[in-house]
């Protein structure tokens, strides 16, 4: 029988966080979410000081590390949906009070995502050529790529192992701990990234492969850090691993994981096909349209730090039965992000003069980015309710509504309203189409969720009249 949420199995353990049981919902989430947007931005970092080292080789260099990021996306895509699945089970079961299952499933997932990390570095080397072959890359880029990729291929398990033990961590409510490890691995990977591309002291230039040794050392550092923390280590235990239920742990975080990991990979297809509408009006609308992505991505930093701190919240409480407090929670959260979003909106028109005289090259490219930073950023707010709702659903162990929530954002909405906006308004259009994309699938978010939530109350009702 499931132990009391507040203390672990035998009074040996700590007692468990219960912030997310029973503190004040919105200085809770407040308080987890600091650390998340802290550690976002050092992984922001982690690219840009990558890209900036990398560029200092050349010009072909920086071109076959590009070829690699939509390989590396993938693998990142999918140690996230790892990640995901881990935070609304470990979570769920907290909340529940079940504590030896948690650490059963916790331990599970960690040897997933290492057996995943070890699979995908044998698939990679030996498809290695012939992959990035078929994404177009040339014979002069190819030696880069092989030493990138050589190296980056065998640190693999240490870019999915750690994202699946700070997802543990999350479940629990600690985000203090990921977001410092986060920070910390990004300031090791910029040292070393200096000292192993161009060569210091004693240590010779490694060039491109410096770049990829940089990375795997700073991720398996992090990973190392990580199992020493006392409050993860408590939740891994090697000593009744059974083959039946490794299989048990792999098929239940497999059915929330493999949905989220492939919604992943759904939203960069969407911005390429995007991408691919905009560049049909000529160089200036991919430029202004690229910078105003990049803009767009630091806009989102809270939401995207809430879609983290959230469903641990939700899966914790659902798996509590305090489904009213997971109704506050989420709406609360969606009412938050359509004001948070709208003041970011009215901030980016104040500093659009200054972003126009910065990062624009000519008039044509100043329109179009004008144009993109008025209609895109104001309907962030709804893009943010969907993002909400998505991790909301995974938190409540429905992946499949999540998916097809992202499905229709994605496909039935965003590329096809852009692209009929390109046809009737050009540019502008497409940024219209954007917008109402958001919108309508903010709309159909919301009423999707509350029904939801609606129906599971009306159940927990019915039973407790029963009983």
């Known amino acids: 029988m499931p132990t009391s949420p507040s203390t672990a ?21 407040l308080r987890k979410c600091l650390p998340v947007v802290g550690g976002m931005i050092a992984m922001m970092s982690f690219n840009l000081v990558d890209t ?108 999915i192992v750690p994202r699946v033990l700070n997802s543990v961590l999350r479940a629990q409510g600690n985000t203090l701990i990921p977001g410092l490890m986060m920070a910390l691995a990004a300031l090791l990977n910029g040292l070393l ?37 006392r409050e993860l280590r408590e939740c891994l235990d090697l000593r009744h691993l059974t083959p039946s239920g490794l299989m048990a742990s792999w098929r239940e975080l497999g059915r929330i994981a493999v949905p989220a990991a492939i919604t992943s990979v759904f939203t960069p297809l969407a911005l390429a096909l995007v991408t691919r509408i905009v560049a049909g009006h000529g160089h200036h609308a991919v430029a202004g349209y690229g910078v105003g992505t990049r803009i767009e991505a630091i806009a989102q930093i809270g939401v995207l730090a809430l879609s983290m701190t959230l469903p641990p919240l939700v899966s914790q409480n659902a798996g509590a039965g305090q489904h009213e407090r997971v109704r506050r929670a989420i709406f609360g959260c969606f009412a938050f992000v359509l004001v948070w979003q709208f003041g970011v909106w009215l901030l980016l028109q104040l500093l659009a003069p200054w972003l126009l005289a910065s990062y624009a090259t000519g008039d044509e490219m100043a329109g179009v980015l004008r144009s993109f930073l008025w209609w895109v950023p104001l309907g962030l707010g709804a893009q943010g309710v969907v993002i909400l709702a998505v991790s909301s659903f995974n938190a409540l162990h ?62 927990q009702t019915s039973a407790e009249g029963k009983a």
Do not use: C
Request: net charge positive.
């Open 52 to 159: 900036w080292f990398i560029a200092r080789l050349g010009p072909q260099p920086l071109a076959a590390v590009s070829f690699t990021f939509p390989v590396v996306f993938a693998v990142i895509s999918l140690a996230i949906g790892l990640g995901i699945g881990t935070s609304a089970v470990v979570a769920r079961l907290l909340g529940q009070g079940d504590h030896d299952t948690v650490r059963r499933r916790a331990t599970d997932a960690a040897l997933l995502a290492l057996a995943v990390g070890v699979l995908l570095s044998v698939l990679g080397l030996t498809t290695l050529e012939p992959l990035f072959r078929l994404l177009g890359a040339d014979a002069a880029l190819l030696p880069h790529i092989r030493d990138y990729m050589g190296i980056w291929y065998l640190g693999a398990a240490a870019v």
């Open 193 to 229: 990234d200096w000292l192993l591309i161009f060569g210091v002291g004693p240590l010779p230039a490694l060039g491109v492969q410096g770049a990829a040794l940089a990375t795997v050392l700073s991720w398996s550092a992090m990973t190392a850090a990580l199992f020493w923390q």
């Open 398 to 459: 429905e992946p499949g509504r999540a998916m097809r929530l992202s499905v229709i954002r994605l496909f039935l909405l965003t590329v096809p309203l852009a692209w009929l906006g390109g046809v009737l308004g050009s540019t502008q259009g497409i940024f219209v189409g954007l917008f109402l994309a958001n919108v309508l699938v903010g709309l159909v978010a919301w009423h999707a969720l509350r029904r939801r939530l609606d129906a599971k109350r009306q159940g």
């Open 9 to 29: 199995e035998g009074g040996s353990r700590r007692p468990m966080r219960r912030e997310l049981l029973e503190g004040p919902i919105a200085l809770t989430l």
